[in-house]
């Protein structure tokens, strides 16, 4: 099965900050992978797909990017209902595996 | 409206099944695959299983290959995970999401159901 590892678990952040998150995976996964924002009692929603893709619909200050092993979340400027957990996800093989989650939290 | 919506859940005893439905509407049906993903409380999600668009092929999780069953009806759009002999461990909110077929890219769960809680416990 392939792992994926987030990083960090959680991080504290301001209106305004610039985050990256870092998702990396056992082995190689090519842009296989999707990023998602979950908020307390919410179903996860689609930020990202094919690794870089923005979703429909999702604000611009989201981009992700990497290929193979290693990818990146970036919120440019956040936003106060940005502060939620997201979470990657590999679709190059089953089963398919998520991250463990970061929990953006306001500083 | 594009939408999932999941039934089925409830507060079980271990060693019993269940069945959980996602009924699907606004959109083909046919042209996309159905997964279950889990989240067990104050944890992350765990992607549980998937049937393709056809219904010709399933996989699973190793934490339930063996004890649950998904199937889909095209002509009633929608799609049943039967779980059974349930562990303490099964216990989650289990959301059912669609996943459209390519080989060229990976396009994303882009529309999930609420979810439907599954309690197992004595």
């Known amino acids: 099965d392939i792992q994926m590892t987030q990083s960090p678990s959680s991080v504290s952040a301001s209106v305004g900050d610039r985050v990256t998150i870092t998702c990396r995976a056992s082995?190689?996964?090519?842009?296989?992978l999707a990023w998602y924002q979950q908020k307390p009692g919410n179903a996860p929603k689609l930020l990202i797909y094919?690794?870089?893709t923005l979703q429909y619909g999702v604000p611009s200050r989201f981009s992700g990017g990497g290929s193979g092993t290693v990818f990146t979340l970036t919120i440019s400027s956040l936003q106060p209902e940005d502060f939620a957990t997201y979470y990657c996800?590999?679709?190059?093989?089953?089963?398919?595996?998520f991250g463990q989650g970061t929990k953006l939290e306001i500083k | 409206q594009v939408q999932l919506v999941e039934s089925g859940g409830g507060v079980v005893q271990p060693g019993k099944s269940l069945t959980l439905s996602c009924a699907a509407s606004?959109?083909?049906?046919?042209?996309?695959?159905i997964h279950w993903v889990r989240q067990a409380p104050g944890k992350g999600l765990e992607w549980v299983a998937v049937?393709?668009?056809?219904?010709?092929?399933?996989y699973y999780a190793d934490s339930v290959k063996g004890r649950s069953t998904i199937s889909r009806d095209n002509s009633k759009k929608t799609v049943y995970l039967r779980m059974n002999s349930l562990r303490a461990e099964d216990t989650a909110v289990y959301y059912c999401?669609?996943?459209?077929?390519?080989?060229?890219?990976?396009?994303?769960?882009?529309?999930w159901g609420q979810g439907t809680t599954v309690a197992v416990s004595s």
């Open positions: 999401t669609r996943v459209g077929r390519s080989v060229v890219q990976y396009s994303g769960m882009d529309v």
């Open positions: 606004g959109f083909t049906f046919t042209n996309y695959d």
């Open positions: 049937i393709r668009s056809d219904g010709n092929k399933e």
């Open positions: 082995q190689g996964i090519s842009s296989w």
């Open positions: 094919a690794a870089s």
């Open positions: 996800q590999q679709a190059k093989s089953f089963p398919y595996t």
